[in-house]
């Protein structure tokens, strides 16, 4: 689900076969780490690494909640993968916005996604799918 109660649900079979199988644990960090939905978009500033509304309300504190409430639930149940959402404050694996609502997207990571890479897990964005379904076939069995 979106921060603004929208959603950007991924067509997949693998994904849908694994929903049925009940082989998903799906969380959102930023739900997890008391934010509302819907709610004030937010963005984060790679220099300070501080997460803010466009009004200029802080939720840093909400975002790094929800990234230890996700490495909780890794730990748990010792995942290794972890589909996460592009462009997100929170999950953006490869890109996010820049922090400075001008719509422009530069080279990073969000929040979760960060922590969740410094403890091993293998981050893949909705655009990396086929990688991560070519990397999990690779696996022993």
Sequence with gaps: MRYDGGDQKIADP??????????????????????SV????????????????KDGEEFTAAFKRGAQ??????????IGF?????????CGVNLIYDGHFTSTKIK??????????????????????ERLKEDLKALPE
């Design 82 to 90: 972890a589909l996460l959402k592009e462009r997100s404050p929170s």
């Design 38 to 53: 819907p709610r004030k978009p937010c963005e984060r500033d790679l220099k300070t690494g501080r997460i803010f509304s």
């Design 14 to 35: 693998i994904l849908a076969q694994w929903r049925a199988q009940d082989r998903l644990i799906v969380l959102c960090p930023e739900v997890a780490g008391g934010l």
């Design 108 to 129: 990073g990571s969000g929040i979760c996604a960060s922590l969740l890479k410094e403890n091993g897990v293998q981050v893949y964005s909705e655009e990396d799918i």
């Design 69 to 78: 409430e996700a490495l909780k639930l890794v730990k748990k149940h010792h």
